[in-house]
């Protein structure tokens, strides 16, 4: 089954500067890639998320890179704020019609702090 | 939030109980998963259901049963509950195909002494 690894474990930036997550994945079928925030004490929440067609996504300061061949993918967050500090987690999965093509699989998830 | 409740939000139970908790959604979506989330472990799948009745085992599925009589509820029963249970668990849907974007409950804090 698919196998997703995220790095790093935490992260901590000042406020302003980038701060950038990596994941990679093991099966080469995936081709979708979702990104998750969570807060302290709530629920993950979608932030971006691409697909195997499109190499690059962006939303404000937030984009998330696509490389299918080094099976990776990253999140980058631009001009860090103190309220992006939570836990991200990476997903990957096999978007289709049925079967076992029904998961996510999340990588173990990146703790960031974001220095006042 | 996708119209999505868990309940109860919070429970506290002792080892060897049974323990049921329960997902609901408002919009009719044909997919429905249970997580837990430990410290360390990121989310990990248990069971999901791709329908009425149809359900299917996750990667820790040891345990834990489901049900799903009606579309919008999904239960996760712990038929004797044990220390290594206590997590958090949350329910999510998928609005699209399997494998697409899931949207995730408030989750149920459950502790078992």
């Known amino acids: 089954g698919e196998n997703v690894e995220q790095h790093p474990s935490t992260l901590s930036v000042q406020e302003g500067d980038s701060a950038v997550i990596k994941c990679t994945y093991s099966d080469s079928a995936s081709n979708y890639f979702p990104w998750y925030k969570q807060e302290l004490g709530k629920r993950p929440q979608l932030i971006i998320d691409?697909?195997?067609?499109?190499g690059e996504k962006k939303d404000q300061r937030i984009a998330v890179t696509l490389n299918k061949t080094a099976k990776h993918f990253s999140l980058h967050i631009t001009e860090t704020q103190p309220e992006d500090s939570a836990v991200y987690f990476c997903?990957?999965?096999?978007?289709?019609?049925?079967?076992?093509?029904?998961?996510?699989?999340f990588g173990k998830g990146t703790l960031l702090t974001v220095n006042p | 939030d996708a119209g999505i409740t868990q309940s109860p939000r919070h429970k506290v139970t002792e080892t060897g109980t049974p323990v049921t908790l329960r997902c609901h959604q408002t919009?009719?979506?044909?997919?429905m998963y249970w997580y837990r989330q430990d410290p360390g472990h990121g989310l990990r799948l248990i069971h999901y259901?791709?329908?009425?009745?149809?359900?299917d085992k996750g990667e820790v599925s040891d345990g834990y049963s489901v049900s799903r009589s009606k579309t919008e509820d999904f239960l996760l029963t712990l038929e004797s509950a044990t220390s290594s249970q206590t997590s958090v668990y949350f329910c999510a849907i998928t609005t699209g195909l399997p494998g697409d974007t899931q949207y995730f409950g408030p989750g149920t804090r459950l502790t078992v002494l």
């Open positions: 691409i697909r195997s067609n499109v």
């Open positions: 259901s791709y329908g009425v009745k149809d359900t």
């Open positions: 997903a990957a999965s096999i978007k289709g019609s049925g079967g076992s093509n029904y998961k996510l699989t």
């Open positions: 919009e009719n979506h044909r997919y």
